[in-house]
């Protein structure tokens, strides 16, 4: 099989599952990852050959696919913010909205030095390390309660050579575990609800971690109301706490931090023009 046809099989068994553009997507994602080949080979070696044993590995590909396992997890890594991210069962995928979320605070902050920065709930790291990435001489402590996912994040802040201090903490629970001020908390903690379950697709569903998805129904606010008493505590005066929200509690959310002497908040809507971020400052 040449590697054109190769493209247009996986593009066939897989055209149930996705639109034609992710569909295409994914089918360079895979000839990319089990050929190691960048975008600019393929199309290069298009008409060569592709030996039996690719093929093998990439029909194992499809059929996990099939069965709505994330894509991300079978070849094992992520783009976020222009960089490559180790991922698995133990992290979230990251996803567009937190970009969005990373690139607000970076644009806020790319030209200060020096910035003491506490990223609560850090998953894979994506943005305590976009963050280190972007802003010059940045101080950056992330938690998380999964040591799993610790590990994964170390990997990934020494895979793209930036400085970060990983803690396992529970930020319900956080005790003397960070004693230091930050210039900005930011957090993307869990919040979508147990009763939008039934919303969520196979591939998150089945295969993330539930423990980074998910809030009961009777508090799903809990993450938030904890952050925001310690962000009280530890930022410095003037400093900012932004967060990732479930867009149906955006203003419950604004409420809780007015009520903790945060100003200047501020909702911004995601791609999609639902609220997605929420930001104060600590007067």
Request: charged share 30%; with cysteine; proline share 0%.
């Given at each position: 099989m040449i590697l054109k046809d190769l493209k247009r099989y996986i593009e066939s068994e897989l055209c149930n599952l996705y639109n034609p553009y992710e569909n295409e997507s994914i089918a360079y994602l895979i000839i990319e990852n089990v050929l190691s080949y960048n975008r600019t080979q393929i199309v290069i070696n298009y008409r060569n050959n592709v030996n039996e044993k690719s093929v093998v590995v990439v029909d194992n590909i499809i059929e996990r696919l099939k069965k709505h396992e994330p894509i991300q997890y079978i070849i094992g890594e992520a783009e976020f913010y222009g960089l490559k991210l180790k991922v698995d069962k133990n992290t979230l995928i990251p996803r567009q909205e937190t970009e969005l979320l990373v690139h607000n605070i970076i644009k806020k902050h790319e030209h200060r030095?020096?910035?003491?920065?506490?990223?609560?709930?850090?998953?894979?790291?994506?943005?305590?390390?976009?963050?280190?990435?972007?802003?010059?001489?940045?101080?950056?402590?992330?938690?998380?309660?999964?040591?799993?996912?610790?590990?994964?994040?170390?990997?990934?802040?020494?895979?793209?050579?930036?400085?970060?201090?990983?803690?396992?903490?529970?930020?319900?629970?956080?005790?003397?575990?960070?004693?230091?001020?930050?210039?900005?908390?930011?957090s993307n903690p869990p919040y979508v609800t147990d009763k939008e379950k039934i919303q969520m697709q196979k591939n998150v569903l089945n295969f993330e971690p539930h423990n980074a998805l998910f809030v009961s129904n009777d508090e799903p606010l809990i993450f938030y109301k904890k952050i925001i008493?310690?962000?009280?505590?530890?930022?410095?005066?003037?400093?900012?706490?932004?967060f990732e929200i479930n867009e149906r509690f955006a203003n419950e959310i604004i409420k809780l931090m007015k009520k903790q002497s945060f100003k200047e908040t501020q909702i911004i809507k995601d791609f999609n023009q639902k609220d997605r971020i929420v930001f104060g400052i600590l007067k």
């Open positions: 030095k020096n910035i003491d920065i506490l990223d609560i709930g850090t998953g894979s790291g994506c943005i305590a390390i976009s963050l280190a990435k972007n802003i010059n001489n940045s101080n950056i402590i992330a938690i998380d309660i999964s040591e799993k996912a610790i590990q994964i994040a170390k990997e990934n802040s020494k895979i793209n050579k930036t400085k970060v201090e990983f803690i396992k903490a529970d930020i319900l629970n956080l005790n003397e575990d960070i004693k230091d001020k930050f210039d900005i908390i930011v008493l310690e962000a009280k505590n530890k930022l410095k005066q003037n400093g900012q706490l932004w």
